[in-house]
T-cell receptor, first 113, second 111 residues
Framework: ETGVTQTPRHLVMGMTNKKSLKCEQH?????MYWYKQSAKKPLELMFV???????ENNSVPSRFSPECPNSSHLFLHLHTLQPEDSALYLC????????????FGSGTRLTVV | DAKTTQPPSMDCAEGRAANLPCNHS???????VYWYRQIHSQGPQYIIH???NNETNEMASLIITEDRKSSTLILPHATLRDTAVYYC????????????FGSGTKLNVKP
């Protein structure tokens, strides 16, 4: 257990479904991140939150909607996804700036059918 | 951020030192070198970082050349559990809250 908990670990959803991924950290960090890792591709930074405020949206399609209600929790709401959105979705947290590195969760393996 | 070049894969015998190279010839003075690793299907794990001095922690050592154009991550006694993809990332101070991952080096530790 790394200190960053992601649920669920695995998710299969249809293209018309709505689902949410959850990330939780109790490390006292104030920045949280969503990354996407598709098969055989590098990690892609999706969203950055600092002190609950979104500071980065890396041209992510609107069918992915992040929510950060407080510094300890981060959600990724999913709606009308495509099969190419199937990937490992990773959450991370850090102190502001991330200068001492990020702590990643174990990820949610998402399959869109 | 400066671009990094890493070999796609390396082998290492269990118990021996694993030396993972990274080339970052365009690095600028305010850019740090970070290393992460990712064991299969898990989230990446932060290992170490440095600016220009060599660094050591309980996981590894980081050797940065004097001209800072390359670095080496050293795992002193590799175990089978060190089999993973190792990422070398160069990050500028102004890239607040952002790490960009490349393809990394797949280290295979063999018995």
């Amino acid at each position: 257990e790394t200190g960053v908990t992601q649920t669920p670990r695995h998710l299969v959803m249809g293209m018309t479904n709505k689902k949410s991924l959850k990330c939780e950290q109790h490390l006292g960090h104030n920045a949280m991140y969503w990354y996407k890792q598709s098969a055989k591709k590098p990690l892609e930074l999706m969203f950055v939150y600092n002190f609950k405020e979104q500071t980065e949206n890396n041209s992510v399609p609107s069918r992915f909607s992040p929510e950060c209600p407080n510094s300890s929790h981060l959600f990724l709401h999913l709606h009308t996804l495509q099969p190419e959105d199937s990937a490992l979705y990773l959450c991370a947290s850090s102190q502001e700036g991330g200068w001492n590195g990020y702590t990643f969760g174990s990820g949610t393996r998402l399959t869109v059918v | 951020d400066a671009k990094t070049t890493q070999p796609p894969s390396m082998d290492c015998a269990e118990g021996r030192a694993a030396n993972l190279p990274c080339n970052h010839s365009t690095i600028s003075g305010n850019e740090y070198v970070y290393w992460y690793r990712q064991i299969h299907s898990q989230g990446p794990q932060y290992i170490i970082h440095g600016l220009k001095n060599n660094e050591t922690n309980e996981m590894a050592s980081l050797i940065i050349t004097e001209d800072r154009k390359s670095s080496t991550l050293i795992l002193p006694h590799a175990t089978l559990r060190d089999t993973a993809v190792y990422y070398c990332i160069v990050r500028a101070l102004y890239n607040f809250n952002k790490f960009y991952f490349g393809s990394g080096t797949k280290l295979n530790v063999k018995p």
